[in-house]
């Protein structure tokens, strides 16, 4: 008889966890708008918030999930009555999945919310309970020092519920809100014009608002100010062409920098690291 070698098709390998915990937030808190280089996802275990990733804000109600890819600007309002239970966990994953993940919201089914319920069970029955009744949550990951198989046990069960989403995952549209749509309008004029420095008033002429209805708007889904917002963006587009090939000095002009050290200063202070090391 002739064996026949089937090769397993990785379409998504989580390689590092940054941080992952449980919470509960009171209703009308405030998460100030962060981006880092590595992905996150927020699963709303109870409650709700509204959310933004970049320009994209979304109503995430029991049971849905959002993926926020690396250097998105992501940022929540818990609007739940009774405020918003969360899972939150941040990570480092490659394969051709990943891609499929980007910019997505799913409300989950039946099915994909046992692979959750059955994750948050593995993880509370590894960890210890916290002293000070006073601690905002407590780290799902500190069982990675202490038992050797719970990191690649939590990683299947991050697979098992991402594969699911990928072959029957239920989209979730953006919000219609007109905020929400004004602040869409707003990130696409700027990403259209990220090779120089828009003004306030001008964006807000071509969104056809006041400049303070614009900055209202700039820190109810983003959390900080229009041009800290385009500096982020400005690095967000300097890193995907670094990636490709382009030289420091070439995306320092491209993008409207002064010169190359003040592209490198910027670039460094938001991403942690050199352009030059993403060469």
């Known amino acids: 008889m002739i064996w026949i070698a089937y090769p397993i098709k990785e379409q998504i390998r989580i390689t590092d966890m940054y941080s992952l915990f449980e919470v509960h937030y ?31 804000v979304y109503n995430l109600a029991q049971g849905s999930i959002i993926f926020h890819k690396p250097l998105e600007l992501h940022k929540f309002i818990v609007n739940g009555r009774d405020g918003a239970d969360m899972l939150i966990f941040s990570f480092a994953a490659e394969g051709p999945l990943t891609s499929f993940l980007e910019e997505k919201v799913f409300t989950l089914s039946d099915f994909q919310k046992s692979i959750v319920d059955s994750l ?77 420095q828009p003004s306030v008033p001008e964006l807000a002429r071509f969104c056809n608002i006041s400049e303070s209805g614009l900055k209202r ?47 490198s200063r910027a670039f460094r202070r938001e991403t942690g690291v050199m352009p030059s090391s993403l060469k």
């Not at 699963?43 to 970049?54: E, F, L, P, Q, R």
């Not at 990191?151 to 809100?177: D, F, I, P, R």
């Not at 100010?225 to 967000?236: A, E, Q």
């Open 26 to 56: 009171d209703n009308g808190y405030a998460f100030p708008g962060e981006s880092h280089n590595f992905w996150e996802c927020v699963y709303m275990i109870k409650g709700g918030a509204c959310v933004s990733g970049n320009e994209r």
């Open 120 to 196: 948050l069970l593995f993880i509370r029955e590894h960890l210890k309970p916290s002293a000070d009744s006073d601690y905002l949550y407590q780290s799902c990951l500190e069982p990675f020092l202490t038992c050797p198989t719970y990191s690649q046990m939590l990683a299947a069960y991050l697979h098992q519920l991402m594969l699911s989403l990928a072959e029957t995952g239920a989209v979730s549209a953006v919000s219609s809100a007109p905020d929400a749509v004004i602040f869409r309008q707003a990130i696409s004029y700027l990403n259209s014009n990220i090779h120089r």
């Open 217 to 263: 708007i700039f820190d109810k889904y983003a959390g900080i100010g229009i041009h800290k917002y385009l500096m982020k963006l400005k690095i967000k587009t300097a890193a995907e062409l670094l990636q490709q090939g382009e030289s420091v000095s070439c995306v320092a002009e491209k993008l409207g920098f002064n010169s190359q050290s003040y592209f």
